[in-house]
Each structure stands twice: as structure tokens, then as C-alpha cells.
């Protein structure tokens, strides 16, 4: 049972590159989430998705976007990237009850040089 | 609109010592209250949850949190860390109203000390 999977790991980007983070999970989960963690600021969400084809803003969405075809998976897109960006991001999913808690993934640690 | 203070960054503790995390929360609505430990270049786990019942709830690893609603906290608790503890600590408030949005605590770094 994988649960939450993200890739890549770790990724270095330049100022003004483009990437997408990957996020999948096979629980048949019908929400998604990002989530990026700073030092000091904990985890601050990104946007989410409450099924597929329905994509909602988060506390901090500039610089990122997310689609959400599939119920699996849910990527996350910089653009163009800032060294701003750099923090470690988390994806999460849940089965959308008020009463379940977030599945995390692993984490993927970007740097923006 | 909801928030969530955890009131201590960092907490050293000795081996085999009792320790609380503390949490507060604001909310216009019911919540649900969570904990959440992240181990080092690792993802968050669920520790335990409040959702209804019982104020005292028992999570994994021997931690236990009480929920206090009128002082509208969710402090976390374990009668005795191991080494093992060593992690970061998530306090989340989800809102119980609509649509699934979790906040979190900015997290508690607990270190125990040999």
C-alpha cells in the first residue's frame, strides 16, 4: 500500500525555470492538498482539490497552479520559479469526511537558485 | 476564520521525563483537533485526533492529548519520552462546517536529551 507519492525527492532549480511536482495516492482519496513548509512558519497550504476537475486557492497560491483530472493524482506547477519558492513541499490527501485526517507524502526539498 | 498557536518552538527533555506540548486554537465554528509528528526528511503521521466524546484522547506511541474547550486548547502529553520522541510536533485545527481545510501550528521541536 503506497498511500501518498511524491516525486521527484530533491530538485535544484534556476530563477525563472518551470517544473511540476508529481503527487499521486491510491486510497481513492477525494481530497488533495499542497502544502509548503518553512522554518518558523509551519506548514502553509497551497491549494487543494476536492474532487477531481475542482481546484480551490489555499493561504498562499501566487507563483504555483494545480489541476486535478484523476483522483490520483494531483501535480503541482512553479511557472517560473523564484528563490522565494525554496522550502520543502508536502503533498496530503484524505477522504474528504470532516472527521478524517490528511495522508501525508514524503516531501519534495526545492532550492531556487 | 481559524488559528492555531503552539505556544513553545523548541522543548528539551530529559530521557524518561514527562513533557507537554501546548496548543491553543480559534475558531467562529466546532473543530476537530489533530496532532501530527514529523520524524527527519520524513512526511507527518498522524499522532491522535479529537472529533467528539471523550475530552481525553489516547494517541500512538503513549501520547495523550486533553481537549479543554473552554480555554480552547489541545495540549499534548506523555508521561515518560524515549530518545525515539526526538521529532517535530503539529498542532491542526480542521473546521467541521464545510469543505476540508486543515491549519496548522507553526510546530514544536521536542529534544530529548540522554
Known amino acids: 500500500n503506497a498511500g501518498v507519492t511524491q516525486t521527484p525527492k530533491f530538485q535544484v532549480l534556476k530563477t525563472g525555470q518551470s517544473m511540476t511536482l508529481q503527487c499521486a495516492q491510491d486510497?481513492?482519496?477525494?481530497?488533495m492538498s499542497w502544502y509548503r513548509q518553512d522554518p518558523g512558519m509551519g506548514l502553509r497550504l497551497i491549494h487543494y482539490?476536492?474532487?477531481?476537475?475542482?481546484?480551490d486557492q489555499g493561504e498562499v497560491p501566487n507563483g504555483y497552479n494545480v489541476s486535478r483530472s484523476t483522483t490520483e493524482d494531483f501535480p503541482l506547477r512553479l511557472l517560473s520559479a523564484a528563490p522565494s519558492q525554496t522550502s520543502v513541499y508536502f503533498c496530503?490527501?484524505?477522504?474528504?469526511?470532516?472527521?478524517?485526517?490528511?495522508?501525508f507524502g514524503n516531501g519534495t526539498r526545492l532550492t531556487v537558485t | 476564520a481559524q488559528s492555531v498557536t503552539q505556544l513553545d518552538s523548541q522543548v528539551p527533555v530529559f530521557e524518561e521525563a514527562p513533557v507537554e506540548l501546548r496548543c491553543n486554537y480559534s475558531s467562529s465554528v466546532s473543530v476537530y483537533l489533530f496532532w501530527y509528528v514529523q520524524y527527519p526528511n520524513q512526511g507527518l503521521q498522524l499522532l491522535l485526533k479529537?472529533?467528539?466524546?471523550?475530552?481525553l484522547v489516547k494517541g500512538i506511541n503513549g501520547f495523550e492529548a486533553e481537549f479543554n474547550k473552554s480555554q480552547t486548547s489541545f495540549h499534548l502529553r506523555k508521561p515518560s519520552v524515549h530518545i525515539s520522541d526526538t521529532a517535530e510536533y503539529f498542532c491542526a485545527v480542521m473546521n467541521s462546517g464545510g469543505y476540508q481545510k486543515v491549519t496548522f501550528g507553526i510546530g514544536t521541536k521536542l529534544q530529548v536529551i540522554p
Open positions: 486510497m481513492n482519496h477525494e481530497y
Open positions: 479529537y472529533l467528539s466524546g471523550s475530552t
Open positions: 482539490s476536492v474532487g477531481a476537475g475542482i481546484t
Open positions: 496530503a490527501s484524505s477522504s474528504g469526511r470532516n472527521n478524517s485526517p490528511l495522508h
